[in-house]
């Protein structure tokens, strides 16, 4: 038996200045761990005068092809707007997973995640999404083994207690804040004085797990909350007592 896991979101956040509210998922999907299909979109949204979208939509998926039990994560949001600061014509976050029977974990890509015309304090930026070096290693044990790139583009893998370890993470984009002088790095963030910090094509990997949040941001002041925009996960693992024929 193969249990599929799944979601995707268009959007989630939360408000704590100048008024506390958490911001209902807006596009969310879910997979069930039997496979299936979910889908859901919002249409145009606006919260007050911070952020606001033309159109979203999340989709999961999960099915048995020749052999293989296949995973599909997909958000999408379009014509993103926060605080007239950071605004995106396209935010796509796309993970797909496969597993072939008697192989040790899933092979997971994000072919397809990308951010189209961002503009931040109204400059273009090349958000550079990298996602081919990932493509081409598409298992933990193939990242484990791969060149120094991967150690020096993300933080180590360490226990955070005897039982526990966290994943991989760091980010898939390449963008220098050199562009903008009003700009400036804090560790993988780009710090955006009086608005707060970007965190662009953050991604998390462990075992047969992959999430990508394609923006988080932390809104510093005078506005202060957390937004997410465009997350996927995905990821499948063997186990229970059925088969794929019960």
Same mark, same amino acid.
Request: glycine share 8%; charged share 30%; hydrophobic share 40%.
């Given at each position: 038996m193969y249990l599929y896991n799944a979601n995707a979101i268009g959007l989630a956040g939360l408000i704590r200045r100048p008024i506390g509210q958490t911001i209902e998922n807006q596009a969310s999907a879910c997979l069930g761990t039997? &496979? *299936?299909?979910?889908?859901?979109?919002?249409?145009?949204?606006?919260?007050?005068?911070?952020?606001?979208f033309r159109g979203a939509y999340a989709? #999961?998926? &999960?099915?048995?092809?020749? *052999?293989?039990?296949? #995973?599909?994560a997909r958000a999408v949001v379009e014509g993103?707007?926060?605080?007239?600061?950071?605004?995106?014509?396209?935010?796509?976050?796309?993970?797909? &997973?496969?597993?072939r029977?008697?192989?040790?974990?899933?092979?997971i890509l994000l072919a397809g995640?990308?951010?189209?015309?961002?503009?931040?304090?109204g400059v273009p930026v090349d958000a550079n999404v990298q996602t081919q070096f990932f493509d081409e290693h598409d298992t933990?044990?193939?990242?484990?083994?791969?060149?120094?790139k991967f150690r020096k583009l993300f933080h180590d893998w360490g226990s955070v207690d005897t039982q526990?370890?966290?994943?991989?993470? *760091?980010s898939l984009a390449n963008v220098s804040p050199e562009w903008l002088p009003e700009l400036r790095r804090n560790g993988l963030a780009i710090e955006i004085p009086n608005f707060g910090r970007i965190h662009?094509?953050?991604?998390?990997i462990q075992p047969s797990h992959r999430r990508l949040n394609m923006l988080r941001i932390e809104l510093g002041s005078p506005v202060g909350g957390r937004l997410v925009i465009a997350s996927a996960s995905c990821n499948g693992l063997t186990g229970g007592s059925g088969t794929d024929d019960d």
């Open positions: 039997i &496979g *299936g299909f979910d889908r859901a979109v919002a249409e145009a949204f606006h919260f007050d005068e911070i952020l606001s989709e #999961t998926a &999960g099915f048995e092809s020749d *052999g293989r039990n296949v #995973t599909l993103l707007n926060v605080l007239d600061i950071v605004k995106a014509d396209l935010v796509v976050a796309s993970l797909s &997973g496969e597993y029977r008697g192989e040790a974990e899933s092979r995640s990308r951010v189209e015309n961002l503009r931040i304090l933990f044990a193939k990242l484990e083994h791969s060149d120094p526990v370890k966290r994943p991989y993470s *760091g662009l094509a953050e991604f998390f």
